[in-house]
């Protein structure tokens, strides 16, 4: 097991990506929180691990907010004493015209992705730090951080920063054996994408931007996390690495 007795923290854990990504971990012998705004979808997601043979726990909470943010970390460390891995996977994606897109969806997009990442990251760190113990911080962003889509500028934008405040925290956070990466996937078939991938004379022609000819699935995202989670990555940090199809070679 790849990640025996680690403690991860998975933010929007509970479906996706995320939920993924938290079967994987605890799959791989990790200790796993994940937080999220939906009780409902986050007792499903922990109640899988645990009948798997996992253990977990959920923290409802949005990390926008610190007071949020500090409430998960508490909760963490009341339960196991210590943390190892933070993946920083909530977020949100909101297509709009730049001429239509309203200073509200801007701030909500800056807020929950770019905030929220910032927040989450420098209280694991801290507490990291204060142990004394090395860590893995795993920042998802996405091809849209390296490569602009039309109708997403505050998407962009947001990934974009995700991807600069990444190499930031692995600059500052080196000497003390933290590493940082930021996980920039392309397009993958969750929930949200769904329907576009349903409808075929819209997705057709977005088909032709990924060289693979298909969309990416979320366990193919949760082994990359995976990778740069665990001690097979343990001479990165700072590193944006591109897990899409080859759909950047195209975008840019």
Known sequence: MRLKQQIALITGGSTGIGKAIALRFAKEGAKVAISG??????????????????????IEGDVQFTTDVRRMVSAVLERWGTLDVLVNNAGICQ????????????????????KGTFLTGQAVAKELVKQGKPGSIINMSSVNGLAAEANQAHYNATKGGMNLLSMSMALELAPYRIRVNALCPGFIETRLTKPLIDNSAAFGPYLNTIPMGRAGVPDEIADAALFLASNDSRYMTGHCMVVDGGQLIKLS
């Open 95 to 114: 297509p709009a015209p730049f001429l239509e897109l309203e200073e509200s969806e801007w701030d909500q997009h800056m807020d929950i992705n770019l």
């Open 37 to 58: 705004r939906s009780r409902g979808l986050l007792q499903e997601t922990a109640g899988e691990i645990e009948a798997a043979g996992g253990e977990a726990i959920w």
